[in-house]
């Protein structure tokens, strides 16, 4: 099932996204080289960056932020939770 699944999901690290107030910020994958096969299957673990400008992290800091994926095969958001979101916003100081 695993297997099936990941083959489904080929270049889903191209399809990450952070919603900050208005601003939709596309993650970044990291160069490794164990995302996305030629053959379309991907790897069960991604590592993503995401790029803020001064003012997208201080409403970070504010607002609600939503995580989401966009891929053709798997679409889900979620807001996160605050405590969730102010761990995270300790790694922008």
């Known amino acids: 099932m695993r297997d099936r ?3 489904t999901l080929g270049g889903i ?3 990450i ?16 080289e164990d995302r996305t096969t ?4 991907t790897s ?14 201080d409403r970070f800091t504010r607002e609600s ?3 989401g994926v966009a891929h053709k095969n798997y679409g889900h958001m979620a807001v996160l939770p605050d405590a969730v979101r102010a761990e995270l916003a300790k790694d922008f100081g």
């Open 5 to 7: 699944t990941l083959r």
């Open 65 to 67: 932020v939503v995580l």
């Open 17 to 32: 996204f952070m919603d900050v107030g208005k601003d939709r910020i596309k993650a970044t994958p990291t160069e490794y």
């Open 13 to 15: 690290e191209e399809t």
């Open 44 to 57: 069960s673990v991604h590592w993503l960056r995401f790029s803020f400008t001064p003012e997208q992290v």
């Open 38 to 41: 030629p053959d379309g299957k």
